[in-house]
Each structure stands twice: as C-alpha cells, then as structure tokens.
C-alpha cells in the first residue's frame, strides 16, 4: 500500500469511529489549530521568507491573520451552523417537523496552491474540520519549505489520523486522485482543474475548484485616478503579481491612459521605493520556469515602467505596459505576476463587450465615482466576484461567498460558506403516526375532489411564529375531521337507507 493510499485509509478509518463529529472534538482541533498560528508563526514566516520572500509582517498580513479570523468565526458560529435548520411548509405537513440536518461529508482531499500556501490550504480545512470531517491535506510541492513545514506542524497540533498530510508532487498528487474521496477541494488553474475534475467523476465525487483567469480592471475617466492606480498597484503588485484575484489588466480610455501609468509608477515608488528589488515587502516569483513563462510574455508589448530582471533571483520589477493589442501575448493567459498591461477601449460598453467575449473571471473590479457606472459593469457581466473602487479586499470578508464561475471555478468558501460546502444538508421530514385521515387524498382510488385538496393542502406554503402555527394547527384539526368525513362519504361505494336511517335515529 503506497504513502497515499495509507493517509487516505487512516482519515477514513478514523473519521468511522465517529470522533470528528462531536462539537465539542470539532471546536479543540480548531482552537488547536488556532495555537499553531500563535506559537509557531516564526517557523510559518521562515519557510514562506525562503520561498517567496514575504516578510514576517506580510505572512501574517497576508497569509495568517485572516486564519485567525476564519478559526474565531468558526469556534463561535459552530453551534448555530451545525444546528437543525426550520423550514417553511405546506398545509400537509403543518403538524410535522421538517428541516435541514447539515452532516459531514466524510473524507476531504483538500489540494492546495502554492502562491498563499497557507491561506489557501488551510482556510478549506477549517471548513472541513468545522463540518465534522476528515481532510487529506496534500500543500502544493512548489513551495518546497512551507511544505515541509505543514507536514511537521499540523500532526503536533491537530488529530494526525484524520487531518494526515501527504506532501510529494505530480505522481503523489495523481496516486491520490485515484482514492476514493467524498469531496475534493483544488485551488489552482482551470488546466489542472479540468483533470482533478475528470479523477472524481470516476466516484461521482463532488469538487469546489477555486481557479483564477485574466481579471479585469476598468478605471473610469471621471473617478480619482490618483487613488484609483493606487489601489491597482497595491492589488497588482502585492505578493509579486502572485494572486488569483490580482487585477490582471486594465481597461480605460485613451485619453487617461498616460496618466494612470504616472500614477501607478508613482505609487510603485510609494510602496516600494525606487530599487524594489532592495526593498523586504517586494517578492520574487516562485521559481525560474514561472520566471521564463512571465519573460515570455513581454515580447511583443511596450515596457512603459519596470521591466528590470534577474534571473537569478527570480526578480522582475513592477512593471507597466502601453498600448497592448488584444492579441498580445501577455493577453492570451492569466499573467500570475508582476505585469499590468493597460488596454485602450473607446467607452464603458466597449470595455463590457470586451470582458463578456472572454472566459468569465475570478474577479471584475471597476473604478468609477458614478453608481450608474457601477451598476451597469455589474448587471451586464459575470465574474466570481466584483469589487467597485478596490481590488481584493473582498476576499477578507467571511460572509461574502469566494469562488468563481465557469472558467474560474465552481463552488465557494469563507465562513459558514465552507461549512455548507463541505457539509450534506440533509433534508429531514419527522411524521407521527397519528391523522392518518388527511392522507386519504392521496390515497387511490384518485378523484377530481381529492385532486382539489391536494392542490389546496400542497400550494398553501405558511411561515409563522410559534403562536401562529400553534391556531394554524387548532384550525387544522378542525379542518381535517371535516375533509375526512367528506372523502369517507365519498369513497364508499355502496350507502344503506337503512343504516342511514338508523343512523339519523341515533342523531
């Protein structure tokens, strides 16, 4: 039995004995968990200084500090998610209980990404282990130290038998796509998505694919373009141009745009001085084959600001381009790096025509002082998310849903989000035995009066207080004694005078 298949056995053989479901187990491996981020932050700051470059104050900025908040969330939330969930009903089922049960899923696989490797791996599992779960957490092999890090920190803190840790890269990767899982969680790019995809239709396993696209940036003339560039560039070019939901062009009219490349080398010189290769809060791409790929892409587009490398470093300065073609490469992909190509359109709806004839996006953000403008980007386009007059902030905000759509994924997280996307809601309907007259109308043999009390019993939904539901179901009870009489009377086929008679006599 390989490493993988041995993870996947445990976390399934541990999540069977029931363990993970308790509230009380669940709410210890958060506040656990928790402990790691407090005690261990300089081992976390160490491995991703080494593999990205981060500084210590951006790890937790960026990658820990909304962990933390995720893990609070969830400690005090947990009762109220995990709770059974009142529904509305019909006339039918007024005197029964009906609700949602969420349970666990059972074991998760949760594939992480390399370029917030703890925020992204680690935000899923604490849905996971908030919804009573098992996960595999297998954290992506490019970030080589960040990696090696997870495997020996999480067992110390959280249950190593149902939160195993699986590092490698493509053939482990492969070797535990071919397990059988309950749900699998990927945040990466739509090419691999397609084939994590692919591994679980082969067990009907359901997938949350967080992936990425060209996210555009429309910056209207009229709005603060000092503000608006610099909002670009801190989303632009935080963590090197290394983010999913990193604006990836902008879309604005000629006639500003010379003066949104001053202002968004202004702002690069705010943030990162004049030599951000120099500067501790400027990263590094991740590794020399994504250096090649971002270098690829200048080739047929003019270099307005930056444009400095180093290979050996794997340094590419912040950097603008002009007048970029459509057809360009750096148009063709998602960049994933530190290039902010600027494309001229003639009008907002030329700019909408040109986001809706691509891929639907991560994330669409607009800048603009007028809401008509706003609304419009918002009513006539799709994306994952949009972000009026900023750029990723909405990813912090837990009771906002994060996910894409087609191209850009599918499924959501954050906050309760996750603990519903990795928990079964189960549908859960509680009858007594008793008033087994109203189901006469169901029952054969089938008329155009039972009919007519269906329709009646079934369309009529009701939403009411406790005291509201309480006459509802006196009146019920009244009701019901009378429809039985009449579809008793009804249904008998053969009615003596006689007894009739004696029956009147009685009366």
Same mark, same amino acid.
């Given at each position: 039995?390989?490493?993988?298949?041995?993870?996947?056995?445990?976390?399934?053989?541990?999540?069977?004995?029931?363990?993970?479901?308790?509230?009380?187990?669940?709410?210890?491996?958060?506040?656990?968990?928790?402990?790691?981020?407090?005690?261990?932050?300089?081992?976390?700051?160490?491995?991703?200084?080494?593999?990205?470059?981060?500084?210590?104050?951006?790890?937790?900025?960026?990658?820990?500090?909304?962990?933390?908040?995720?893990?609070?969330?969830?400690?005090?939330?947990?009762?109220?998610?995990?709770?059974?969930?009142?529904?509305?009903?019909?006339?039918?089922?007024?005197?029964?209980?009906?609700?949602?049960?969420?349970?666990?899923?059972?074991?998760?696989?949760?594939?992480?990404?390399?370029?917030?490797?703890?925020?992204?791996?680690?935000?899923?599992?604490?849905?996971?282990?908030?919804?009573?779960?098992?996960?595999?957490?297998?954290?992506?092999?490019?970030?080589?130290?960040?990696?090696?890090?997870?495997?020996?920190?999480?067992?110390?803190?959280?249950?190593?038998?149902?939160?195993?840790?699986?590092?490698?890269?493509?053939?482990?990767?492969?070797?535990?796509?071919?397990?059988?899982?309950?749900?699998?969680?990927?945040?990466?790019?739509?090419?691999?998505?397609?084939?994590?995809?692919?591994?679980?239709?082969?067990?009907?396993?359901?997938?949350?694919?967080?992936?990425?696209?060209?996210? /555009?940036?429309?910056?209207?003339?009229?709005?603060?373009?000092?503000?608006?560039?610099?909002?670009?560039?801190?989303?632009?070019?935080?963590?090197?141009?290394?983010?999913?939901?990193?604006?990836?062009?902008?879309?604005?009219?000629?006639?500003?745009?010379?003066?949104?490349?001053?202002?968004?080398?202004?702002?690069?010189?705010?943030?990162?001085?004049?030599?951000?290769?120099?500067?501790?809060?400027?990263?590094?791409?991740?590794?020399?084959?994504?250096?090649?790929?971002?270098?690829?892409?200048?080739?047929?587009?003019?270099?307005?600001?930056?444009?400095?490398?180093?290979?050996?470093?794997?340094?590419?300065?912040?950097?603008?381009?002009?007048?970029?073609? /459509?057809?360009?490469?750096?148009?063709?992909?998602?960049?994933?790096?530190?290039?902010?190509?600027?494309?001229?359109?003639?009008?907002?709806?030329?700019?909408?025509?040109?986001?809706?004839?691509?891929?639907?996006?991560?994330?669409?953000?607009?800048?603009?002082?007028?809401?008509?403008?706003?609304?419009?980007?918002?009513?006539?386009?799709?994306?994952?998310?949009?972000?009026?007059?900023?750029?990723?902030?909405?990813?912090?905000?837990?009771?906002?849903?994060?996910?894409?759509?087609?191209?850009?994924?599918?499924?959501?997280?954050?906050?309760?989000?996750?603990?519903?996307?990795?928990?079964?809601?189960?549908?859960?309907?509680?009858?007594?035995?008793?008033?087994?007259?109203?189901?006469?109308?169901?029952?054969?043999?089938?008329?155009?009066?039972?009919?007519?009390?269906?329709?009646?019993?079934?369309?009529?939904?009701?939403?009411?207080?406790?005291?509201?539901?309480?006459?509802?179901?006196?009146?019920?009870?009244?009701?019901?004694?009378?429809?039985?009489?009449?579809?008793?009377?009804?249904?008998?086929?053969?009615?003596?005078?006689?007894?009739?008679?004696?029956?009147?006599?009685?009366?």
């Amino acid at each position: 039995m390989s490493r993988e298949q041995q993870a996947v056995a445990l976390a399934r053989k541990a999540f069977e004995t029931g363990r993970s479901k308790p509230l009380e187990y669940r709410i210890y491996q958060l506040k656990s968990l928790q402990r790691l981020f407090i005690e261990r932050q300089q081992d976390v700051s160490d491995a991703i200084k080494k593999d990205l470059n981060k500084s210590e104050v951006g790890t937790q900025l960026y990658e820990t500090l909304g962990l933390e908040g995720e893990i609070s969330l969830a400690i005090r939330k947990l009762k109220d998610w995990a709770a059974p969930r009142p529904v509305e009903k019909n006339l039918l089922t007024i005197s029964d209980t009906v609700y949602i049960q969420p349970e666990p899923l059972g074991v998760v696989l949760i594939i992480g990404a390399w370029n917030y490797p703890w925020a992204v791996t680690i935000q899923p599992l604490i849905g996971a282990i908030a919804a009573g779960n098992a996960a595999v957490v297998k954290p992506s092999e490019v970030c080589v130290h960040t990696a090696k890090v997870m495997e020996e920190l999480l067992p110390l803190y959280i249950d190593k038998e149902l939160y195993p840790v699986v590092t490698g890269g493509v053939p482990e990767t492969q070797e535990l796509l071919r397990q059988r899982f309950d749900h699998i969680f990927y945040t990466g790019n739509s090419m691999v998505g397609k084939v994590i995809m692919e591994a679980a239709a082969k067990n009907l396993t359901p997938v949350t694919l967080e992936l990425g696209g060209k996210s /555009p940036c429309y910056i209207d003339k009229d709005c603060d373009i000092t503000v608006a560039c610099r909002r670009v560039a801190w989303g632009k070019y935080t963590n090197c141009g290394q983010t999913c939901i990193a604006p990836d062009y902008i879309l604005c009219e000629p006639s500003i745009q010379n003066r949104v490349i001053e202002e968004v080398k202004k702002a690069i010189k705010e943030f990162y001085t004049d030599d951000p290769k120099t500067c501790p809060d400027y990263g590094r791409i991740i590794n020399q084959r994504h250096f090649k790929r971002i270098m690829a892409m200048l080739e047929d587009s003019t270099i307005a600001v930056g444009g400095e490398n180093d290979e050996s470093d794997c340094y590419i300065a912040p950097t603008v381009l002009q007048d970029v073609k /459509p057809e360009a490469k750096v148009m063709q992909e998602e960049i994933f790096g530190p290039l902010l190509p600027i494309l001229s359109i003639g009008s907002l709806d030329e700019a909408i025509k040109f986001v809706n004839k691509r891929e639907k996006p991560l994330a669409l953000y607009v800048f603009s002082q007028d809401n008509k403008v706003i609304n419009k980007m918002r009513d006539e386009t799709s994306s994952g998310g949009l972000l009026a007059n900023d750029c990723l902030v909405h990813y912090s905000v837990s009771s906002l849903p994060f996910g894409g759509v087609g191209n850009s994924g599918m499924g959501c997280y954050h906050g309760k989000f996750s603990f519903d996307q990795l928990s079964h809601l189960r549908a859960c309907l509680i009858k007594q035995l008793k008033m087994e007259g109203v189901n006469s109308m169901r029952y054969p043999p089938h008329t155009a009066k039972k009919l007519g009390w269906a329709r009646f019993f079934i369309l009529k939904t009701v939403d009411l207080g406790w005291l509201g539901r309480m006459a509802l179901l006196a009146i019920m009870v009244v009701a019901v004694a009378v429809v039985l009489q009449v579809i008793t009377a009804m249904s008998r086929k053969q009615v003596s005078f006689s007894s009739t008679s004696c029956y009147f006599k009685l009366l």
